[in-house]
């Protein structure tokens, strides 16, 4: 979606055609790129693993040869699904497992900042958007997971706070029931026909493609009031009340006023 708004996007990750990721997924940084040169911008697909500082630090260097600067910066690398232990409590969990699950969901956001900030603050300007799961406190069901995503947005507050006199801005982000390529084959449907997930769950009506919370990312960047916002946990929905953009199916969904009379309200009464 920043391809629609006309952007360069360099599409970075370990899966490229031709090898197989932990967990392996179909998926790769070739077939997002394309997707954003198809939508009106320049895809450039580049392998970056981020946990390997020299890897990042090297990008970046390239990015700056390449482009002269950078105005945005999505940390959006996670990889933890496999590690998360859902049902056990705390002092049952794995400890190293657990924090597999931290490095891989916040070291590699610090790593990735780390080295783009500087790009960022040559030119005066920019924004670092942190995706995370949801835009509260509330707890997420399992303890490590919880504290990977809440640190994400305190990542957010941070970088906001540092970069503040620099005009930079940051801000956490978070899709609602995100429709992903995994989701859909997980409720063993297609987007042609996702409805049909709700039978398995009926939360996944409410459920939103990673299109919507792409073009939430696009209207961040392009807002020429950012600062405003900076050091805040945003949502794809409410950002598109804001905004007025709409899911690349022309829907709307709107997964806060969904859990707060389904979800929440239910387990209240």
Known sequence: MLGEAGATVYCT??????????????????????MVTQYGGQGIPTQVDYLDEAQVRAFFERVQAEQGGLDLLVNDVWGGDALIEWGKRCWEMDVQQGWRMFQTA?????????????????????????????????????????LAKTTVIRLAVGQAAELREDGIAAVALTPGFLRSEAMLEHFGVTEANWREGAQRDPHFIASETPFFVGRAAAALAADPQI??????????????????????????????????????GKAQG
């Open 13 to 34: 990750g370990r899966s490229v055609r031709g090898a197989t990721t932990d967990p392996a997924r179909p998926e790769t940084i070739q077939d997002t790129a394309e």
């Open 106 to 146: 916040v070291l590699t956001h610090i790593i990735a900042s780390r080295y783009a900030i500087p790009l960022l603050r040559a030119r005066g300007r920019g924004l670092i958007i942190e995706v995370t799961d949801g835009d509260t406190l509330d707890y997420r069901g399992s303890f490590f997971y919880d």
């Open 227 to 264: 600062m405003q916002k900076s050091g805040q946990a945003l949502s794809s929905w409410g950002l598109s009340d804001e905004y007025g953009f709409a899911d690349i199916n022309g829907e709307r969904p709107h997964w806060g006023r969904y859990f707060a009379e389904h979800v929440q």
